[in-house]
């Protein structure tokens, strides 16, 4: 049984699924295929999980993919965590998890990108969802670790990185790194003063202390994960918000469509980052473009800064003392990309689809 014959009745398929199954997208679902081969089904269910529930086991095959591109080898004679691997000699875990919708909240499928953004959108309320959504992810690893994990031979004396999708909302793609480093230092970009009042920021939006958000039900949560040792058996996060369908359709040169490709590129040669409109026969984007690793300065067993100098991912360090946070960026860095795509028989019609 393969990723893309179907097991149950239309009901029981994922939203996400059932969009990448059109007959359009038979190309793009060869890209993935691709990502996939060779990645085990150690538990006999992930067919199962990629149709029903799709974002998570989506997630964990861009991950392999991702981890093969930059020369992995892989020990999968454990069940868990997800990922045992060694890459340029350094041993390192991997466990990967994503950060979804509450239950009765808008899941990130509901949204339209052809659709402009609201002329008055704002950012503040999808950052702080982002958020509580992301700490959620942080300490419920955190507390696998200490209960199933950091007595195993094979986890012990190796840096533990957690590897965070974002899937919790509609436009999750918008965040790059606000929410992420808000949690961890409670340094959070606020876009919505420098949209209302650019002129006071010349330098850009400015970075500010939130001290902590609240949830729904009043209680609070502390910013600032990495700025002390309560989360020092987290070596790093590995995060990224381009790691969606989208990268698999930027990657597909399918001809069945005509895809048009918006993106935003940083890089330490530019001043500000540069915002593209691409045909898809011209566009060029790899698996790691778009990748982010954040170092905790207080990890027990650091994770060592060469694995992941690969061009195209950004890594984050902060120092502990001074709290200034360095970009490390290895060449032209992706921050934000959507797809839009209108296939060819349906050209003078209108647009059916766009990804984030």
């Excluded at 230092?185 to 003063?193: P, Q």
């Amino acid at each position: 049984m393969g990723l893309f014959d179907p097991k149950f009745e239309k009901e029981k398929l994922h939203k996400n699924y059932l969009e990448v199954l059109r007959t359009v997208q038979a190309e793009d679902r060869q890209e993935f295929i691709r990502w996939f081969s060779g990645f085990p089904d150690r538990d006999g269910k992930l067919v199962d999980e990629f149709q029903t529930t799709f974002n998570s086991t989506f997630w964990e095959i861009y991950l392999y993919q991702t981890f093969s591109s930059f020369g992995a080898s892989f020990d999968w004679g454990h069940a868990a965590p997800d990922f045992d691997i060694s890459i340029g000699g350094k041993d390192l875990i991997i466990e990967a998890t994503i950060a979804s919708n509450t239950q009765g909240k808008t899941p990130e499928w509901e949204k339209d990108l052809s659709m402009p953004l609201p002329e008055k959108f704002k950012f503040r309320p999808m950052n702080i969802e982002s958020i509580i959504r992301l700490a959620n992810a942080v300490t419920s690893k955190q507390a696998k670790y200490h209960k199933s994990y950091k007595d195993k031979p094979h986890v012990s004396n190796k840096p533990f990185v957690l590897a965070i999708a974002p899937f919790e909302q509609p436009y999750f793609n918008l965040q790059y790194e606000t929410p992420v480093m808000a949690l961890l230092f409670d340094y959070y970009i606020d876009e919505d003063a420098y949209n209302k009042n650019p002129e006071a920021y010349p330098n850009g939006p400015p970075g500010v202390s939130l001290g902590y958000v609240e949830k729904d039900n009043g209680s609070k949560i502390q910013l600032g994960m990495f700025e002390n040792k309560d989360y020092a058996e987290i070596s790093a996060i590995i995060f990224s918000t381009t790691a969606t369908w989208g990268k698999v359709e930027a990657m597909s040169k399918n001809m069945n469509i005509d895809r048009t490709i918006f993106s935003v590129w940083y890089s330490e040669n530019i001043d500000s980052p540069v915002k593209i409109e691409t045909p898809n026969i011209l566009y060029s984007e790899r698996i790691q473009d778009g990748l982010i690793v954040i170092h905790n300065p207080y990890a027990t067993i650091p994770l060592d800064p060469s694995v992941f100098e690969v061009s195209g991912v950004t890594q984050i360090f902060v120092d502990k003392v001074t709290r200034k946070i360095r970009h490390q960026r290895n060449g032209n860095v992706l921050m934000h990309r959507q797809v839009i795509n209108i296939p060819k028989s349906m050209r003078a019609n209108k647009l059916i689809n766009s990804d984030a």
